[in-house]
């Protein structure tokens, strides 16, 4: 790396664009799409009357971003509302503190972005990368590029095609640009821009060149050239306040200065490897992968004050947290199985406050499916409030005094729709496998005025959303689904377990799954299989709704295993499956070693067949 870094050292010094300035290939093609006055937008294609005239979008006093007929008379982001007036006295402005609207558009823009199937990484609400990489591949075996042109604008025009073939590549990315931004415009109203370039750095810095609504492509020999032209180090996506302070304390103040300090001095001021990642990103060079985005790991929301000290007023924060909370639950559409309550506690003897978590598993039959959307009744919430007080009792001495800072709850564990139909873990278990991610809010959000909804991790502020696309369980089989979340519950240590998830890779064979079809819905209707081992950190004085989950279930079995469905397999096959789960590591095998299952007669390898 650190001659890579050299090597584009040596390239910045000379001035002519030949090809000895490029270093190596370029093989990636990267969009970046962001959405043009994004808040603003969404106001307007949700009220077309709003359009043509300027607008603004207020959070408490501020306009935190308006429409690029408001940005004409001088308005800007995060301006003061009075001084916004002042400029543009006839801008209308429109309350955005509650984002809900914004979220669900930034969803069905992933959505839309996911058709092409590539990898797709959200960025905070209203930016997407995306790495076409693979798809310009497919497109270069029957698109003749010698005539092809760029789609959009071009940062600088090449002297020369490049030998890696990087060039013609990136032009095709510019159609794929085109073909999104027209899709994301016909099927949702918003009009967008996009970055073109090798990298995600080049494509996020060189996409908002022309506003709004065009796009602009940058070749890789122009990367470091570009990245002279950024007045601050702070401009670099991935260099924050505190780095941008340490560099300007060592002069560093433009990205040509970055460019310029050798390596050896910032490597002096920083560890080997960030300096050498800050001289590559200062010369526009940057491998990071474009990370597909999922579902966060947790849903969570906080609620910060100056102090609160009396049980009840607790309370009533959890439960206007616990409101919010079940509404982000219902647009993520999974159901939750664990529940974690923080605080944080002023301290007068520490300067800095820290949080404290404790969290419990809630059952899944707290949750009902309604024509597809996830409820809770009164009853239900009751449960989940009492869980939370009880989560607060273990936190909290109430025979002490105490102040709290600050409240949260988060949802930390998801139930999650089974692999395939014909999964055999869909038969045994009564839970499936959960992601474990993290929350919601993007960091610039500003707009809570009662609540505070920051971040509950430090990773929260890449995976915020989630994808209509994705949101489970689906609208078409609320039955089923229904009927699995009554039956599903989940101990940490299952997620781990070697025979689930090896078993979970195979598949059944068409009558072999009818009469194993024939068990499970034998055995559909009757009441919930109690679970065995409680998870690490649960109240051993859980509430009702906890006690249906930590009970101990069949006793040779692990508890994923749904005991009615193992009574009713015949006893050979429940040795041989009691064998496997004594020892896992021999069951790890079945497809390296079909001849020694081949042996036995009625063995449960017989009912796997290996996918092909
Ligand atoms: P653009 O992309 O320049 O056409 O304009 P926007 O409005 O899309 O700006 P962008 O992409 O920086 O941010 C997306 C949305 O995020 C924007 O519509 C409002 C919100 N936002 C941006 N900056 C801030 C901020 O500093 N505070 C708050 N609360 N919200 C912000
Ligand atoms: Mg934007």
């Known amino acids: 790396m650190d001659d890579s870094v050299l090597q584009s050292s040596r390239n910045m010094e000379s001035s002519s664009s030949t090809y000895t300035d490029i270093d190596g290939d370029h093989p990636k093609a990267i969009i970046h799409i962001d959405i043009d006055c994004f808040y603003a937008q969404v106001e307007m294609v949700r009220n077309p009357e709003l359009r043509g005239a300027p607008l603004g979008i207020q959070q408490k006093n501020i306009v935190v971003t308006s429409n690029y007929e408001a940005r004409s008379f001088g308005v800007k982001k995060c301006m003061l509302v009075s001084d916004a007036m002042k400029v543009c006295p006839n801008m209308k402005l429109v309350n955005g503190e509650d984002l809900h609207n914004y979220r669900t558009a930034s969803n069905k823009i992933f959505a839309v972005l996911q058709c092409w199937k590539c990898p797709v990484e959200k960025l905070g609400m209203d930016e997407n990368f995306i790495d076409v990489t693979n798809l310009v591949q497919e497109k270069l075996k029957s698109v003749n590029t010698a005539g092809l042109a760029v789609s959009g604008h071009t940062y600088s025009e090449p002297s020369m095609e490049c030998p890696c073939g990087c060039h013609a590549r990136l032009r095709i990315a510019s159609q794929i640009a085109s073909e999104m931004r027209k899709k994301i415009f016909d099927d949702l109203g918003y009009t967008t821009c996009a970055g073109i370039a090798h990298n995600k750095l080049l494509a996020k810095l060189i996409c908002p060149l022309h506003k709004p609504n065009d796009q602009t492509t940058i070749y890789p020999e122009h990367g470091t050239s570009f990245m002279s032209t950024l007045s601050s180090v702070r401009s670099i996506p991935s260099i924050g306040s505190k780095t941008t302070e340490t560099l300007i304390s060592h002069k560093i103040i433009t990205v040509s200065d970055l460019q310029e300090a050798p390596l050896e001095v910032l490597k002096k001021i920083f560890s080997s490897d960030m300096a050498v990642r800050l001289k590559n990103l200062g010369l526009g060079e940057d491998n990071t992968p474009v990370k597909q985005t999922g579902k966060p790991q947790s849903i969570g929301l906080e609620d910060s004050f100056k102090t609160v000290s009396v049980k009840s007023e607790v309370e009533d924060k959890f439960s206007a947290l616990l409101q919010r909370l079940l509404v982000l639950m219902r647009e993520d559409g999974r159901i939750p199985v664990s529940l974690r309550v ?29 024509n597809g959307l996830l409820t809770v009744t009164d009853a239900g919430q009751q449960k989940l409030m009492s869980i939370v007080m009880r989560l607060f009792n273990k936190l909290i001495d109430l025979s002490k005094p105490f102040h709290l800072t600050l409240v949260g709850l988060a949802f930390t564990k998801f139930q999650e729709r089974m692999t395939g139909r014909s999964s055999i873990v869909n038969y045994f278990m009564n839970d499936i496998s959960v992601q474990s991610v993290l929350n919601l809010q993007n960091d610039c959000d500003t707009s809570a005025t009662s ?65 194993v079809s024939e068990l499970r819905l034998n055995s559909r209707d009757r009441s919930l299989t109690p679970r065995a081992s409680p998870a690490k950190d649960n109240l051993s004085d859980a509430s009702d709704s906890m006690k249906d989950i930590e009970e101990g279930a069949c006793e040779d079995c692990p508890s994923y295993v749904d005991k009615e469905v193992f009574n009713a397999l015949p006893d050979e096959m429940q040795q041989e499956l009691k064998a496997m789960w004594k020892n896992p590591a021999g069951a790890d095998k079945p497809r390296s070693s079909p001849r020694k299952n081949k042996a036995k007669t009625n063995t449960i390898m017989k009912y796997f067949v290996p996918q092909k």
């Open 451 to 515: 609540m505070d909804y920051s971040a509950v991790s430090p990773s929260s502020s890449t995976t915020t959303d989630l994808s209509d696309a994705e949101v489970e369980p689906s609208p078409k089989k609320p039955k089923k689904v229904n009927w699995i979340a009554k039956r599903r519950c989940l101990a940490k240590e299952e997620v781990a377990s070697p025979s689930k998830l090896k078993v979970g890779e195979l598949r059944l064979n068409s009558k072999e799954l009818e009469k």
């Open 342 to 370: 923080t605080l944080r506690k002023r301290d007068a003897k520490r300067l800095s406050s820290h949080r404290e978590s404790r969290q419990a598993q809630i059952s899944p039959s707290i949750f009902t499916l309604n």
